[in-house]
């Protein structure tokens, strides 16, 4: 997939840009880089413009100096302002809830709606947790080449078994016999998967209750209950600070990743209906 690095005034960024219409920013999650494309289902290229920047420490943008969720936030208004972009939706996903925050609340003339899915809506990791612990080691940058790695060749030769393995980490639903088309669905996502310098920064980043109160424009929280990587307390935090948001709890099978499984569809319609409402 073909994308495109621009030098800013904050420094070097990353971004792919697809469709035409009414420009939407996708913050990706942890792990990721502008080359997902998970969470652009149920878009039609002919009346919007998917815009998907690599986060600070991710894909070609360099962590430099934009290392916290206001700082992310301004270097995207430097995409916005390259690409003569005014007014923006703002897709918030996972460990890129928090620089959706950051942006809605401090850039709010160019923020007209913002959702956030399965996000990060506070301190999402203590340093005394184990799950902390552990990342610290295998998405170290001098790590994660090789852990990502082993990853897709295995993930090549056995696939059902990859997708089995790391569904726990998505849904707290019990283990079951996962549908063909939702392994490829997995496994083509994580083929770009990465962790570079920005998760490790990810689990260090925080944001104030005040950020949240001072978004103002309409706000959309999917999450579902069965989420086992952002708890649900995330989505009731944003629901309860931010004053004009909407909180859809989900039930669903895959949890974090709701783009994935036979409960999808209603998901994504929902979506599309609360950025043409």
């Keep these: 997939m073909s994308t495109t690095v621009i ?29 997902e494309t998970l969470s652009y289902q149920g878009f039609d290229l002919e009346k919007y413009q998917l815009i998907t ?17 206001q700082q992310a936030a301004s270097l995207m208004i430097a995409l916005l302002e390259h690409l003569a972009l ?36 506070k301190k999402w990791l203590q340093a005394d947790e184990k ?3 552990t990342a610290q080691w295998i998405f170290n940058p001098s790590v994660e080449k090789i852990t990502w790695g082993m990853v897709r060749v295995f993930s090549n ?18 283990l ?9 669905t997995l496994i083509t996502a994580m083929k770009y998967y990465s962790s570079g310098s920005g998760f490790l920064n990810d689990i260090d980043q925080s944001i104030s209750d005040s950020a949240l109160a001072a978004i103002q424009c309409p706000t959309f929280i999917i999450h579902s209950k069965n989420d086992s990587s952002v708890p649900f307390e995330h989505a009731l935090q944003a629901k309860e600070m931010i004053d004009d948001a909407k909180l859809v709890a989900l039930n669903n099978e895959w949890g974090h990743l709701f783009w994935i499984g036979s409960d999808t569809q209603e998901i994504i319609v929902k979506t599309i209906q609360f950025i043409e409402g």
């Design 131 to 133: 799950i902390y612990k």
């Design 7 to 35: 030098m800013t005034a904050l420094g070097e960024i990353e971004y792919r840009s697809v469709g035409k219409g009414t420009p939407i920013l996708f913050l990706h999650g942890g792990h990721s880089n502008c080359q």
């Design 86 to 121: 005014e007014k923006i939706i703002v897709y918030g996903i996972s460990a890129g809830g928090l620089t959706a925050i950051a942006l809605a609340a401090n850039h709010p003339r160019y923020v007209t709606k913002l959702i956030l899915a399965s996000a990060v809506s």
């Design 157 to 174: 030769i056995f696939p059902t078994m990859i997708a089995r393995s790391f569904y726990p980490q998505f849904s707290t639903k019990p």
């Design 53 to 69: 920047p690599s986060r600070p420490g991710y894909g070609k943008t360099p962590l430099g100096n934009n290392k916290t969720p």
């Design 176 to 184: 079951h016999k996962l549908a063909k088309k939702d392994v490829k």
